[in-house]
């Protein structure tokens, strides 16, 4: 999960990476990592819910002259990407643009982009948002543009009853944390079918909790 709404992810950024592997351990990095497949040194990338930059950093480092849009509100979460990159870098690469605004108020003009990523980002929104969230992303593609989606999900197998009961305390941690106003995920992809985007591949970790998915027009 990054920043969306009116949450706010300051006071779990530091912390985060850890929460993250006490529960899931590696499994959330598998899902986010399968996207690097989608993407060439010619890629214009647009990361929506990127957090702590640990993707980010991935993606700098395999494509040297890839062009990245980083939409990331939380200053905390900010905080930590600048951490990794200074790390790596020692100045921060050019084609990196960093918009440190909610997505939602974010005027992108008349960007397009070839590769749109969001990492754990569309279970952030009601119902009600999730609709103009994926129009603006829609909006944002190229023409032959692809979006790549890591996303928790309840599991159709035996295991379901287990990832219903870790999604409900997941929204009841970040609800307390984070301000988070959301109970349940959104049927993101429905929205996506109704801008006429296709599911083309689909991959699922722990036990399907977590799916990745990549969709095309």
């Given amino acids: 999960?990054?920043?969306?709404?009116?949450?706010?992810?300051d006071r779990v950024a530091?912390?985060?990476?850890?929460?993250?592997?006490?529960?899931?351990?590696?499994?959330?990095?598998?899902a986010r990592n399968s996207a690097l497949a989608c993407i060439t040194n010619e890629s214009k990338v647009l990361l929506l819910g990127e957090g702590n930059g640990r993707f980010l950093l991935e993606v700098?480092?395999?494509?040297?002259?890839?062009?990245?849009?980083c939409v990331e509100p939380s200053a905390?979460?900010?905080?930590?990407?600048?951490?990794?990159?200074?790390?790596q870098f020692r100045e921060m690469p050019s084609r990196l643009t960093i918009i440190p605004?909610?997505?939602?108020?974010?005027?992108?003009?008349?960007?397009?982009?070839?590769?749109?990523?969001?990492?754990?980002?569309?279970d952030l929104f009601t119902e009600s948002e999730i609709d103009d969230i994926v129009s603006k992303i829609d909006r944002l593609a190229a023409p032959t543009g692809r979006i790549c989606v890591a996303e928790f999900s309840e599991a159709t197998s035996k295991?379901?009853?287990?990832?219903?009961?870790?999604?409900?305390?997941?929204?009841?941690?970040?609800?307390?944390?984070?301000?988070?106003?959301t109970e349940r995920i959104p049927n993101w992809r429905r929205a996506?079918?109704?801008c006429g985007w296709s599911m083309e591949k689909c991959s699922a970790h722990l036990c399907e909790f977590v799916l990745y998915s990549e969709w095309r027009k």
């Fill in 1 to 9: 999960m990054s920043s969306a709404g009116h949450c706010s992810f």
């Fill in 14 to 30: 530091p912390f985060y990476p850890a929460i993250e592997f006490l529960v899931f351990g590696n499994a959330l990095t598998r």
């Fill in 60 to 69: 700098l480092r395999r494509f040297p002259n890839a062009s990245i849009t």
């Fill in 76 to 87: 905390g979460m900010r905080a930590e990407q600048q951490k990794r990159l200074q790390k």
């Fill in 101 to 122: 605004e909610r997505f939602q108020d974010w005027s992108s003009g008349e960007a397009r982009f070839d590769v749109l990523v969001t990492h754990f980002f569309l």
């Fill in 159 to 181: 295991w379901g009853w287990f990832s219903r009961g870790l999604i409900r305390t997941m929204y009841r941690f970040f609800s307390l944390v984070a301000n988070l106003k």
């Fill in 192 to 194: 996506f079918s109704n």
